[in-house]
Structure formats: structure tokens, C-alpha cells
């Protein structure tokens, strides 16, 4: 694959679990990979030209993701762009790990919350719209199982905004796909990832397929729905959770 050939992806959140994964299958793929999250490049991050191809921002801040697009645009330098894929999300939790309900989750936590991941997606994608057009481009939403049923651990913020994400899926399919521009989400469930406790180890009992997830099983279908083999597929969720959600 030449240089003039060779897909690319935007990625948030690439630093662990389903991000990770994701860098992972699309480099084995060919694909260049352009990483941001609000920390720098973890010098321990096995993927080639990780570091040169890494931008920091943050999410939580409309001033630096404003900032940062720009800074996106200029490491495109003028290509095409095929695929976005907002998988940062934070999902905070009280003393102890407290899950955080409706009752006792303060104003700014909602809106940081909401700043990453309901608001960024769509600030990224709208400024990201002309590499877009140009690459025929996919944008792929990370929603979640939590924002279609209370969930046992993931807080009110959290999975209010995956719901709003999800919604906001369907908008952007409206508004890009004129441009030749597919927007889909993929809804994981319960992924077996370091930022999980052994207390979701019991949900298992619950999923029909009896066991928790892999993040390689949700990069395949981010992967799926960022290549040709998805080519009619526009305005979808997509769960992958076992079973879970039924």
C-alpha cells in the first residue's frame, strides 16, 4: 500500500482497552492511525509511528477541541480522511467507586461528562467534515449497553449521554449522508478491560452467551463498519454484548 493509498483513521481514546484494540486492528490492516486523548503518547505503546501521529486534547474543553481539530487537519495535510471513530468516554464514580445517580451527581460533572462524550463526537466530526468528503468517510460512535437500560454500575451522567449519543447517531446519519458520509455506533456491553472491577465479573450470569467481552471483538465491528463490507450501512447501533441487551 502506497502512501497515496493508504487509509486513515482519526481515533479518541487509543490508549487502553477498546481504543488500544482498535489501533491495533487497523494497523494490521495498513491502515496510518492518528491517536488524540488529553495525556501524551505513552513511550510503552507498541504501534509504529505512534508518537509522531499522537494529539493531545482535550475533550472536556470546546476551546482546545476546537483547537485541536485544526491541529488534526494539519497532520492530514490536505488528505483524505475515511474514518473517525469517538471512542473517548469518562464515566466517573463517587467515594469508593461509588456509582453516581440522578440524586447526587453535581452540575459540573454533568457537563464534563457531557463535554466528552456527547460533544466532542460532534465538534470532531463537523470540523473534520471536508477530509470527510474528500475520503467518502465513516464516523463511528462508541454509545453503550448503559444508555438503553440503569445499569448496576455505570453512573446517570454516563449513560444519559451514551443515550444522547446514540440519538445524535441518527442525526449526523441524516446530515452527512448526503456527502457520501456513513455515521454509525456500536454499543458494547460488558468488556473485559482494565478499567473494570471484579464486581462485573457476576454480570456474566445475566449475558446469554455467559461471559464478558473482548475489546478484539469490538474493533473487528469498529473495524467492519469503517471498510467497504459496510458500505449500505448508515444510522445503525450496533450492540455487541452477547446477547445482553435481549
Given at each position: 500500500?502506497?502512501?497515496?493509498?493508504?487509509r486513515?483513521?482519526?481515533?479518541?481514546?487509543?490508549?487502553?482497552?477498546?481504543?488500544?484494540?482498535?489501533?491495533?486492528?487497523?494497523?494490521?490492516a495498513?491502515?496510518?492511525?492518528?491517536?488524540c486523548s488529553?495525556h501524551?503518547?505513552?513511550?510503552?505503546?507498541?504501534?509504529?509511528?505512534?508518537?509522531?501521529?499522537?494529539?493531545v486534547?482535550?475533550?472536556?474543553?470546546a476551546?482546545?477541541?476546537?483547537?485541536?481539530?485544526?491541529t488534526?487537519r494539519e497532520?492530514?495535510?490536505?488528505?483524505p480522511?475515511?474514518?473517525l471513530v469517538?471512542?473517548?468516554?469518562?464515566?466517573?464514580?463517587?467515594?469508593?467507586?461509588?456509582?453516581?445517580?440522578?440524586?447526587?451527581?453535581?452540575?459540573?460533572?454533568?457537563e464534563?461528562?457531557f463535554?466528552?462524550?456527547?460533544y466532542?463526537?460532534?465538534?470532531?466530526?463537523?470540523?473534520?467534515i471536508?477530509?470527510l468528503?474528500?475520503?467518502?468517510?465513516?464516523?463511528v460512535?462508541v454509545?453503550?449497553?448503559?444508555g438503553?437500560?440503569?445499569?448496576?454500575?455505570?453512573?446517570?451522567?454516563?449513560a444519559?449521554?451514551?443515550?444522547?449519543?446514540a440519538?445524535l447517531?441518527?442525526?449526523?446519519?441524516?446530515?452527512?449522508?448526503?456527502?457520501?458520509?456513513?455515521?454509525?455506533?456500536?454499543a458494547?456491553?460488558?468488556?473485559?478491560?482494565?478499567?473494570i472491577?471484579?464486581?462485573?465479573?457476576s454480570?456474566a450470569?445475566?449475558?446469554?452467551?455467559?461471559?464478558?467481552?473482548?475489546p478484539?471483538?469490538?474493533?473487528?465491528?469498529?473495524?467492519?463498519l469503517?471498510?467497504?463490507?459496510?458500505?449500505?450501512?448508515?444510522g445503525?447501533?450496533?450492540?455487541?454484548?452477547?446477547?445482553?441487551?435481549v
Amino acid at each position: 500500500m502506497t502512501a497515496n493509498t493508504r487509509r486513515t483513521l482519526i481515533l479518541t481514546g487509543a490508549s487502553r482497552g477498546i481504543g488500544h484494540a482498535t489501533v491495533k486492528r487497523f494497523g494490521a490492516a495498513g491502515w496510518r492511525v492518528i491517536t488524540c486523548s488529553r495525556h501524551p503518547f505513552p513511550e510503552d505503546c507498541p504501534w509504529e509511528g505512534g508518537a509522531d501521529d499522537h494529539v493531545v486534547i482535550d475533550l472536556a474543553d470546546a476551546a482546545a477541541t476546537e483547537h485541536g481539530i485544526e491541529t488534526l487537519r494539519e497532520r492530514l495535510h490536505g488528505a483524505p480522511l475515511n474514518a473517525l471513530v469517538n471512542n473517548a468516554g469518562i464515566s466517573p464514580k463517587g467515594p469508593g467507586g461509588k456509582r453516581l445517580g440522578s440524586l447526587d451527581t453535581a452540575v459540573a460533572t454533568w457537563e464534563t461528562v457531557f463535554s466528552v462524550n456527547f460533544y466532542a463526537p460532534v465538534l470532531l466530526a463537523r470540523g473534520l467534515i471536508e477530509e470527510l468528503k474528500m475520503g467518502r468517510g465513516s464516523v463511528v460512535n462508541v454509545t453503550s449497553i448503559a444508555g438503553g437500560r440503569v445499569h448496576p454500575f455505570a453512573g446517570a451522567a454516563y449513560a444519559t449521554s451514551k443515550a444522547a449519543l446514540a440519538a445524535l447517531t441518527r442525526e449526523m446519519a441524516s446530515d452527512f449522508g448526503p456527502f457520501g458520509i456513513r455515521v454509525n455506533a456500536i454499543a458494547p456491553g460488558e468488556i473485559r478491560t482494565a478499567m473494570i472491577g471484579p464486581e462485573y465479573e457476576s454480570l456474566a450470569n445475566d449475558i446469554p452467551l455467559r461471559r464478558l467481552g473482548t475489546p478484539e471483538e469490538i474493533a473487528r465491528t469498529i473495524y467492519y463498519l469503517c471498510t467497504d463490507e459496510s458500505s449500505y450501512v448508515s444510522g445503525a447501533e450496533i450492540h455487541v454484548n452477547g446477547g445482553q441487551h435481549v
